[in-house]
């Protein structure tokens, strides 16, 4: 799938939560969770957050049970090859040229890298 997720800091904070639960959690336990991190949402703005989210495709519900439709992981590597996709080109090379040219690397990430595409081979 390549797709890139505008997804707003709140909404990542309920993926967040969603994606620290083993699997579905029902809406209420949710914003239970929420409220012991002192969130004063209110049911409908909780609701609001998973309407959104779940018109992007990225969680479902089901008889007040939330889940997730792509784990934490899965999530990040279809952020990261589409801007790789979009910005670079679609090759990995092109992002890490891009990065060096405006970072600095220390020589042990360097050579952790090295080492990442030495195995890769």
Known sequence: MKKIYNVSDAEMEVME????????????QLL???????KE???QTLNTFLSRLEGKGLVKRENR????VYSREEYNDMQM???IDQVYGG???NLVA???KRNSISEGE???????????K
Request: glycine share 8%; hydrophobic share 45%; net charge positive.
């Open 17 to 28: 939560k969603l994606w620290d639960q083993e699997g579905g959690i029902k809406q209420s």
């Open 32 to 38: 239970a969770l929420f409220e012991a991190d002192g």
């Open 41 to 43: 949402w209110k049911r």
């Open 65 to 68: 049970i939330v889940e997730v």
């Open 81 to 83: 090859k589409t801007v």
């Open 91 to 93: 090759k990995l090379s």
């Open 98 to 100: 891009a990065f060096v």
């Open 110 to 120: 360097t050579e952790k890298l090295l080492g990442l595409l030495t195995k890769r």
